[in-house]
């Protein structure tokens, strides 16, 4: 049985600074299609447009041209109030620098897009803990980020994406500022969500060995898809 498209991005160009002496042409013609179930590596050097991809399919930034389809969604034309709720709902974050909120225990950091989706309180309580305690960090419930290693930040981030049991989860160099170790820690949770929960997982990194990792690897270099092939993980 054919899988379903989740994402499908057709043609996609995004330019900065348009009109000006200066303007820049980031991706050149993007066509991409990412089906349930999988896990992809977007690989790139620094510069070769790997996360302003990244923004576009997370709905956090709109291409200059093209089309977008998430789950079958046009993306372009949804309106910004739309896409929060899609970005909400659909898709679960995981950044190099972890992104929680400072002065907020790692529960609470956990709950944050369950309040903003509407969820109960209670509810939200108990995913959270549930999720905290899946990452392994439920002695870590009521710690700060300041509290917290890097790789403990990390794993409350992957926590976090999970919240709203999102269809795909969106990781940008999430092992980029961790050591070897603390990496494959995280590394592991992601393939545990994909063998064990099929999430779709799309991995942005400059890291060819972590790339191999997964079902499938796409080369970017200036702003182009320049190859795919498969990883080792199928």
């Known amino acids: 049985m054919s899988k379903r498209a989740m994402i499908e991005l057709k043609d996609i160009y995004k330019r900065f600074y348009i009109g000006t002496p200066n303007e820049l042409q980031v991706l050149n013609g993007i066509s991409l299609t990412v089906y349930e179930g999988e896990f992809v590596a977007i690989v790139g050097a620094s510069g070769s447009g790997k ?21 079958g969604l046009d993306m372009i034309a949804a309106k910004d109030k739309d896409l929060s709720g899609i970005r909400n709902r659909k898709i679960g974050f995981v950044f190099q620098t972890y992104n929680l909120i400072a002065r907020t225990n790692a529960l609470k950091n956990v709950e944050m897009p369950m309040l903003y989706a ?14 905290l305690t899946m990452v392994g960090m439920e002695d870590r419930m009521k710690h700060l980020p300041e509290e917290l290693s890097g790789g403990q930040k ?4 992957i926590a976090r994406a999970m919240s709203n049991d999102p269809a795909i989860i969106l990781a940008d160099e999430p092992t980029g500022a961790l050591d070897s170790n603390t990496g494959r820690m995280v590394m592991d949770l992601f393939h545990k969500l994909h063998k064990e929960q099929g999430k ?5 990194t ?12 796409v ?3 200036d702003g182009c898809i320049i190859g795919e092939r498969q990883g080792s993980g199928v």
């Not at 302003?52 to 998430?70: S, V």
């Not at 509407?118 to 999720?131: D, F, P, Q, T």
């Not at 990390?154 to 981030?157: D, E, G, L, M, T």
């Open 154 to 157: 990390q794993r409350v981030a």
């Open 206 to 217: 400059h890291s060819p060995e972590l790339a191999e990792e997964t079902g499938r690897v």
């Open 51 to 71: 996360s302003t991809l990244m923004n576009i399919i997370g709905a956090l930034d709109r291409p200059t041209e093209g089309e977008y389809h998430l789950e």
């Open 200 to 204: 779709t997982i799309v991995l942005i």
């Open 118 to 131: 509407g969820i109960s309180g209670k509810k939200r309580v108990e995913r959270a803990k549930e999720l």
């Open 219 to 221: 080369t970017i270099k």
